[in-house]
C-alpha cells in the first residue's frame, strides 16, 4: 500500500504538477484571447453599415445647336444618297386648356407665332391644307370621295419636335388676340423650346441657295434624329443609375446580414469564453483543495510522535 502511495505521489510531482502549472497558464491565455477577439467583433457587430448613397446620374446631354451649314450638310447627304423621307407624324395633343394661361405657356405661345410668321413670310405654309375630290362618279353623281393635300403645313411637324422637350404632362390653350391665333402648348422646358424656335428662325433668316421649305423640312429631319438620340442616351443613363442603386441596396442587405452573423458568432465566442475561464477555475479551485485535504493527512515530520 505504501508502495503504491509512493508511486502516487511521484506521478504527482512529475507529471501531474508540471502540467498543472502549465496548462491553467495555456489555458487562461486562450480564454482570455478568446474573449478579447469576441469582445472586438462583438464591438465592430454594434456599429450598424454605412447606408450607401444613392448614385447621382449623369447631367442630360445638351441640346445640339444646328446652323445653316448643319442642314446644307445634312441635304447634300440625302441628295447623293438619292433618299428621301417623309416623317410626318404629330403626337397626339389634349384639347383640355385653361382660360387664364400661365406666363409661361404665353411666353410659348408668342415664340410660336413669331416662328409661324417667319415661315409664312418665306413662304411656307403653317397649316396644312387639304382639298376634297371625287374619285369615282355614275352618271354624273360623285359616290366616292378623298380628300388631298393641296399644301404641306410645317405646324405640326414643329409642335411634334418640341414635344420631345416636354417635362410634365399639361397643356394650355393660349389665344393671342391681336393676330387672332389661337394655340395649344406645353408650358414645360420653355428655355429649350424657346431656344429651338430661334434656331429655326435664324436658319430661315441666314443666306443660302436653298429653299427655305427645304432648309425647314431638313431642320426638322435633323432636329428630330439628335432630340430621339439625345432622349434613349438619358432613358439608358436613367437605367444605369437605377440599376447601381439597386446593386447598392443588395449589397447594403448583405452587410447587414454579415454584422447579425458576426453579432452572432461574437457572443457565442463570449460565452465559450466565460465558460471555459469558469471551468478552469473550478478545475484548479478542485485540485487545490485536494491537494490541501492530502497534505492535511498526512503527520506533520517536524512534530513528535505521540505514543
Known amino acids: 500500500m505504501a508502495t503504491w502511495r509512493v508511486v502516487l505521489d511521484r506521478f504527482e510531482k512529475d507529471v501531474v504538477l508540471r502540467i498543472a502549472r502549465t496548462a491553467p497558464l495555456l489555458l487562461a491565455g486562450l480564454a482570455m484571447a478568446m474573449l478579447v477577439i469576441a469582445a472586438v467583433v462583438l464591438v465592430v457587430s454594434l456599429v450598424p453599415p454605412r447606408r450607401p448613397a444613392d448614385p447621382a446620374p449623369a447631367e442630360a446631354p445638351p441640346v445640339v445647336a444646328l446652323g445653316v451649314e448643319d442642314v446644307e450638310r445634312y441635304l447634300s447627304e440625302i441628295e447623293r444618297a438619292r433618299e428621301s423621307t417623309a416623317k410626318a ?17 404665353l411666353a410659348l405661345a408668342n415664340e410660336i ?32 370621295t378623298r380628300r ?12 411634334a419636335v418640341l ?15 391681336a393676330e387672332q391665333a389661337t394655340y395649344t402648348v406645353n408650358p414645360s422646358n420653355v428655355e429649350t423650346k424657346t431656344a429651338l424656335l430661334e434656331e429655326l428662325r435664324t436658319l430661315l433668316a441666314a443666306e443660302s441657295a436653298r429653299e427655305p421649305q427645304t432648309l425647314a423640312t431638313a431642320w426638322l429631319e435633323l432636329r428630330e434624329q439628335y432630340d430621339r438620340e439625345r432622349i434613349e442616351r438619358i432613358r439608358q443613363e436613367a ?12 449589397r447594403h442587405e448583405e ?53
Open 89 to 105: 407624324a404629330p403626337a397626339p395633343r389634349s384639347s383640355i386648356g385653361t382660360w387664364e394661361p400661365s406666363a409661361s405657356a
Open 113 to 144: 407665332h413669331r416662328t409661324r410668321v417667319a415661315l409664312e413670310e418665306k413662304g411656307i405654309a403653317w397649316e396644312s391644307r387639304y382639298r376634297t375630290e371625287c374619285v369615282e362618279r355614275i352618271f354624273g353623281t360623285c359616290i366616292n
Open 255 to 307: 452587410a447587414l446580414i454579415n454584422r447579425r452573423e458576426r453579432l452572432t458568432a461574437a457572443l457565442a465566442g463570449l460565452g465559450i469564453g466565460f465558460t471555459a475561464l469558469i471551468v478552469l477555475g473550478l478545475g484548479l479551485a478542485v485540485l487545490s483543495i485536494e491537494r490541501n485535504t492530502r497534505a492535511l493527512r498526512q503527520p506533520n515530520p517536524g512534530e513528535p510522535k505521540v505514543a
Open 239 to 250: 437605367e444605369r443609375v437605377a440599376a447601381e442603386a439597386a446593386a447598392a441596396r443588395t
Open 148 to 159: 388631298r393635300v393641296v399644301t404641306q403645313g410645317l405646324g405640326d411637324r414643329i409642335l
Open 163 to 177: 414635344s420631345l422637350h416636354d417635362t410634365a404632362d399639361t397643356t394650355e390653350t393660349v389665344r393671342i388676340e
